[in-house]
């Protein structure tokens, strides 16, 4: 069953010093209970990306063309009420910084406890708490420390009471933004096996937004690649590992290490992702590709469906004739 | 290959600041032991990685080794002299043979300065060159590290620069004193993944042409795997193995190493990897743990692990400090 649809989507942010088109046509879908991986390096719109889905972009930017559909449900045309109460029951968010993205002046009890009521008004707050304890037990967490402060967690078990609040109301998508860059390896890998146990038991969607290449192959079902705002290569993670077509996508799995070879050889990527308010004109990859053409510093590349889900924007794929 | 550092039970423990009352209620100090009794030693040319989780006194051992803070106990010798205690001048000239880069290249560029002004610093401070000496000895190094045309990167401020480029930047102001050793502190941890490389081999090119012997401090053990000859993994505050790094990584003998290393993401879909899960967290490095300090999350601990503290054992230049061989 398809759980999310996205369609042309384009997403600007209108600065001063000019339009930074975070998100640029972007297409794809996902069923119900799979994991998209959504990687791209800083500043290639995956956050940006991540949030429209619950149509949270922060000033200035905004969704200049496109639709989105929850479970068949048009997103963009809802008034912010509806939306509101769409935002964690239908669709939660996991901030990266699990620091910062939980109030110091709270106790954690208190957090669920308020979120709970205002989506459900009736609970009374003894049965908020109740429940509360129930979710801090699925993330191995003792009941008793309901009542801490947040600073008395260490970064990896606020990042699970993130994680627990994302999943209370227990939402179809659940967007996860970097939620292990700030922690360590040990920790990473058992919160990753955490947001997965819990997409499989609850039959979640998850969306990770990542730069670690890395974590999404090895997690998701689904990867899509995002440069300068454009989606690159889109298709199933074992697909995009065997035959990557786009020369991002190719230059990116021989730049990251894999501590299971011998005697790896890596190589960089030449140059360096674009400045966002001067995109070049074309494709925007077009200045670092080794297999760039004379048309792809013009003509910006269509999306080239190669079978079984696996598209590419690129012309070495097609598009290049009118 | 020559030795050129020997550490030896090297030491640093800050005092944790108190409130008030606390100061009148009590006299004792508590400390954060961040480097608690290190030794290890490293060869000329090559490249040696300290690894570990955040806290576990990685970056302290560089800060040490650098001189940027004091150590509390143990000794330092470099080229085979014990340099924990230099002052003033003589202080002032080995600095000249120890250089840093460090994280953050968006902070560790003075935002005011050009780039030629910044790279060329250092000369000016030795009072090794100056005017169109200085210039063409700043273009060269501009050169050496890949900012190309140097012409036009030295009259530019950093903000104009990506952080790749800003990186070189910085390296370029580490090798412009022809040092002998470079500490580099996680110098990739903020640079996008698709040139992270470019910055490993520019440092790795640097070494062959110049000569230079690394400390190379990363939380990441791919990174460290790719780049280094031999790593020391630390865990709060001391080293628990060292070794090169393909007997390391293909007999790992450390609990803490097996687990450390089976958590690394394998970038591989077709590959199912069988993490070994730890018990708990990272305890505070203010109470230590009595004994071996990882064996409340060790599987194998036993009485004995409790009581004693393991220390290195040598067994043909891998290290470990644990009571027990393990098999897995």
């Given at each position: 069953?398809?759980?999310?649809?996205?369609?042309?989507?384009?997403?600007?942010?209108?600065?001063?010093?000019?339009?930074?088109?975070?998100?640029?046509?972007?297409?794809?879908?996902?069923?119900?209970?799979?994991?998209?991986?959504?990687?791209?390096?800083?500043?290639?719109?995956?956050?940006?990306?991540?949030?429209?889905?619950?149509?949270?972009?922060?000033?200035?930017?905004?969704?200049?063309?496109?639709?989105?559909?929850?479970?068949?449900?048009?997103?963009?045309?809802?008034?912010?009420?509806?939306?509101?109460?769409?935002?964690?029951?239908?669709?939660?968010?996991?901030?990266?910084?699990?620091?910062?993205?939980?109030?110091?002046?709270?106790?954690?009890?208190?957090?669920?406890?308020?979120?709970?009521?205002?989506?459900?008004?009736?609970?009374?707050?003894?049965?908020?708490?109740?429940?509360?304890?129930?979710?801090?037990?699925?993330?191995?967490?003792?009941?008793?420390?309901?009542?801490?402060?947040?600073?008395?967690?260490?970064?990896?078990?606020?990042?699970?009471?993130?994680?627990?609040?994302?999943?209370?109301?227990?939402?179809?998508?659940?967007?996860?933004?970097?939620?292990?860059?700030?922690?360590?390896v040990i920790v990473q890998d058992k919160i990753l096996d955490l947001l997965r146990d819990l997409s499989r038991t609850h039959n979640m969607g998850l969306i990770l937004i990542t730069h670690d290449l890395?974590?999404?192959?090895?997690?998701?079902?689904?990867?899509?690649?995002?440069?300068?705002?454009?989606?690159?290569?889109?298709?199933k993670s074992k697909e995009l590992y065997r035959n990557p077509k786009h020369p991002y996508t190719q230059g990116l799995l021989r730049s990251?290490?894999?501590?299971?070879?011998?005697?790896?050889?890596?190589?960089?990527?030449?140059?360096?992702?674009?400045?966002?308010?001067?995109?070049?004109?074309?494709?925007?990859?077009?200045?670092?590709?080794?297999?760039?053409?004379?048309?792809?510093?013009?003509?910006?590349?269509?999306?080239?469906?190669?079978?079984?889900?696996?598209?590419?924007?690129?012309?070495?794929?097609?598009?290049?004739?009118? | 290959?020559?030795?050129?550092?020997?550490?030896?039970?090297?030491?640093?423990?800050?005092?944790?600041?108190?409130?008030?009352?606390?100061?009148?209620?009590?006299?004792?100090?508590?400390?954060?032991?961040?480097?608690?009794?290190?030794?290890?030693?490293?060869?000329?040319?090559?490249?040696?990685?300290?690894?570990?989780?955040?806290?576990?006194?990685?970056?302290?051992?560089?800060?040490?080794?650098?001189?940027?803070?004091?150590?509390?106990?143990?000794?330092?010798?470099?080229?085979?002299?014990?340099?924990?205690?230099?002052?003033?001048?003589?202080?002032?000239?080995?600095?000249?043979?120890?250089?840093?880069?460090?994280?953050?290249?968006?902070?560790?560029?003075?935002?005011?300065?050009?780039?030629?002004?910044?790279?060329?610093?250092?000369?000016?401070?030795?009072?090794?060159?100056?005017?169109?000496?200085?210039?063409?000895?700043?273009?060269?190094?501009?050169?050496?590290?890949?900012?190309?045309?140097?012409?036009?990167?030295?009259?530019?401020?950093?903000?104009?620069?990506?952080?790749?480029?800003?990186?070189?930047?910085?390296?370029?102001?580490?090798?412009?004193?022809?040092?002998?050793?470079?500490?580099?502190?996680?110098?990739?941890?903020?640079?996008?993944?698709?040139?992270?490389?470019?910055?490993?081999?520019?440092?790795?090119?640097?070494?062959?042409?110049?000569?230079?012997?690394?400390?190379?401090?990363?939380?990441?053990?791919?990174?460290?795997?790719?780049?280094?000859?031999?790593?020391?993994?630390?865990?709060?505050?001391?080293?628990?193995?060292?070794?090169?790094?393909?007997?390391?990584?293909?007999?790992?003998?450390?609990?803490?190493?097996?687990?450390?290393?089976?958590?690394?993401?394998?970038?591989?879909?077709?590959?199912?990897?069988?993490?070994?899960?730890?018990?708990?967290?990272?305890?505070?490095?203010?109470?230590?743990?009595?004994?071996?300090?990882?064996?409340?999350?060790?599987?194998?601990?036993?009485?004995?692990?409790?009581?004693?503290?393991?220390?290195?054992?040598?067994?043909?230049?891998?290290?470990?400090?644990?009571?027990?061989?393990?098999?897995?």
């Amino acid at each position: 069953m398809v759980l999310l649809e996205v369609e042309h989507l384009t997403i600007d942010y209108k600065t001063r010093k000019g339009i930074v088109r975070a998100v640029n046509d972007v297409s794809f879908s996902m069923e119900k209970g799979e994991t998209l991986g959504l990687v791209g390096e800083s500043g290639s719109g995956k956050s940006t990306l991540g949030l429209s889905l619950l149509r949270l972009i922060p000033f200035p930017g905004v969704i200049t063309s496109g639709n989105i559909r929850l479970e068949e449900k048009d997103i963009l045309s809802l008034r912010d009420k509806e939306m509101r109460s769409v935002r964690g029951s239908k669709v939660a968010l996991v901030f990266q910084n699990p620091m910062t993205s939980l109030n110091p002046v709270k106790k954690i009890g208190e957090h669920f406890v308020e979120f709970l009521r205002t989506h459900k008004p009736h609970l009374s707050k003894k049965e908020a708490l109740e429940h509360s304890k129930k979710i801090l037990d699925e993330l191995g967490i003792p009941d008793e420390r309901i009542n801490d402060y947040p600073h008395q967690f260490s970064g990896g078990m606020r990042q699970r009471i993130m994680i627990g609040l994302a999943i209370t109301l227990n939402p179809s998508l659940v967007i996860a933004d970097e939620p292990t860059t700030a922690l360590d390896v040990i920790v990473q890998d058992k919160i990753l096996d955490l947001l997965r146990d819990l997409s499989r038991t609850h039959n979640m969607g998850l969306i990770l937004i990542t730069h670690d290449l890395s974590i999404v192959l090895e997690r998701c079902n689904k990867i899509f690649v995002m440069y300068a705002g454009h989606q690159v290569e889109y298709g199933k993670s074992k697909e995009l590992y065997r035959n990557p077509k786009h020369p991002y996508t190719q230059g990116l799995l021989r730049s990251i290490p894999n501590i299971e070879l011998a005697d790896q050889r890596l190589s960089a990527i030449p140059g360096s992702p674009p400045d966002m308010l001067n995109v070049p004109t074309g494709c925007p990859f077009w200045p670092r590709c080794p297999d760039a053409m004379k048309i792809c510093k013009i003509k910006v590349p269509p999306i080239t469906s190669l079978g079984d889900g696996h598209v590419v924007k690129c012309f070495l794929y097609g598009g290049k004739e009118p | 290959m020559s030795i050129m550092w020997e550490i030896e039970s090297l030491k640093k423990y800050f005092p944790v600041q108190k409130g008030f009352i606390d100061r009148l209620v009590s006299r004792k100090t508590d400390y954060v032991k961040a480097v608690d009794g290190v030794s290890f030693s490293i060869r000329r040319g090559e490249v040696f990685a300290l690894a570990g989780e955040s806290g576990c006194g990685k970056t302290t051992t560089g800060m040490l080794m650098v001189r940027l803070i004091e150590p509390t106990s143990g000794k330092m010798s470099f080229e085979g002299r014990d340099i924990s205690m230099l002052k003033g001048e003589e202080l002032r000239r080995l600095r000249r043979k120890i250089q840093i880069i460090f994280q953050d290249p968006y902070a560790s560029l003075n935002p005011r300065m050009k780039i030629g002004k910044t790279v060329g610093h250092p000369l000016e401070i030795y009072g090794l060159a100056k005017g169109p000496e200085k210039e063409k000895k700043v273009l060269e190094v501009l050169n050496e590290v890949g900012l190309t045309p140097p012409e036009k990167f030295v009259d530019i401020y950093p903000h104009e620069l990506s952080g790749g480029q800003r990186q070189r930047a910085a390296v370029a102001r580490s090798i412009i004193l022809r040092p002998e050793f470079i500490v580099a502190d996680e110098p990739v941890s903020m640079i996008d993944v698709s040139i992270r490389t470019t910055i490993i081999d520019l440092m790795l090119n640097l070494r062959e042409k110049l000569g230079l012997t690394y400390l190379f401090i990363t939380h990441d053990l791919a990174i460290a795997k790719y780049i280094s000859d031999r790593i020391a993994i630390m865990y709060l505050g001391k080293i628990v193995e060292l070794g090169e790094k393909t007997e390391l990584f293909s007999n790992p003998l450390h609990p803490y190493t097996i687990a450390l290393l089976s958590a690394i993401p394998i970038p591989n879909p077709e590959r199912k990897r069988k993490p070994m899960k730890l018990k708990g967290e990272v305890p505070s490095a203010i109470k230590v743990p009595a004994g071996c300090r990882f064996h409340p999350r060790c599987k194998y601990a036993t009485e004995k692990c409790k009581r004693e503290e393991p220390t290195l054992i040598d067994r043909d230049g891998h290290l470990v400090a644990c009571h027990y061989e393990i098999d897995v």
